[in-house]
């Protein structure tokens, strides 16, 4: 079943790009937080949207907000992306698609790749906003407008 607008969104665990569990009780309900769902590390749209989130990760830091990414890459893929791209933030590994699952993200051109999905959470927890496209750019200043207005 998927989150909706107004849900609060449920404890879960993950794989950090270091390797080590992360896990959402430590930001959920206490910060706002840009969690977004892409396809794959290293493609030409992912690249070009963790970027813009990276260009912008200022502008996220001063609205109080922490911004996540998730796709199915391995933890050492995340590694390396992160690195060539210097991303600030951290990369979640949902190998199993068990966040893809919980958060309801669809798959994307006819149910062949994975979605490409942005989820605004409030400092207490709940589905502000949900941004679904195929363009990942778009992602970036969807949730910055969005994190201002809750402000």
Do not use: W
């Not at 992306?81 to 994307?108: A, E, I």
């Not at 496209?133 to 200043?141: C, E, L, Q, R, T």
């Amino acid at each position: 079943m998927a989150l909706k607008v107004g849900d609060t969104v449920p404890h879960f665990t993950a794989i950090s790009l270091d390797g080590s569990a992360f896990d959402s009780k430590d930001l959920l309900g206490k910060k706002p937080i840009v969690l977004y769902f892409y396809p794959k590390d290293n493609t030409p749209g992912c690249t070009a949207q963790a970027c813009g989130f990276r260009d912008q990760y200022e502008e996220f830091k001063e609205l109080g907000a922490e911004v996540i990414g998730v796709s199915a890459d391995s933890p050492k893929s995340h590694q390396k992306f992160s690195k060539q791209y210097q991303l600030p933030f951290v990369l979640l590994s949902d190998t199993t698609n068990q966040l893809r699952k919980l958060f309801g993200v669809p798959n994307d051109l006819f149910g062949l790749l994975p979605g490409r999905a942005t989820y605004v959470i409030d400092g207490e927890g709940k589905v502000q906003m949900i941004f679904d496209s195929v363009f990942g750019v778009a992602h970036i200043g969807k949730a910055l407008n969005y994190l201002k207005k809750l402000r």
